[in-house]
């Protein structure tokens, strides 16, 4: 298990295209895809993942109207 500080910026296009709301949270995880099933079980697969730098993953999906972008560091 690692510990992560996990950054989420959701972004409601309807609702307030110009005002993304970012929370953040500290997780011990086995693997950050694990984290993305349980908040986003039947979308998970429709999430697209990049290593940005080592120890430093970044989930996106975008249905063109709900934007969910989570950056996982490593602490």
């Known amino acids: ?3 992560y500080e996990i950054v ?3 972004l409601n296009g309807c609702a307030g295209a110009a005002y993304p ?9 086995a693997d950050p895809a694990d984290y993305i ?3 986003h079980g ?3 697969a429709k999430f697209e993942t990049e290593t940005v730098a080592p ?3 970044v989930w996106k999906f975008d249905t063109g109207c709900v934007s969910y972008t989570y950056e996982f ?3």
């Not at 709301?21 to 995880?29: K, M, N, V, W």
Request: net charge negative; charged share 40%.
């Open 1 to 3: 298990m690692k510990e």
């Open 8 to 10: 989420l910026t959701y």
């Open 21 to 29: 709301q970012t929370s953040f949270e500290e997780a011990e995880l």
């Open 37 to 39: 099933r349980t908040k």
């Open 42 to 44: 039947k979308d998970f």
């Open 55 to 57: 120890g430093k993953t």
């Open 73 to 75: 560091n490593e602490l």
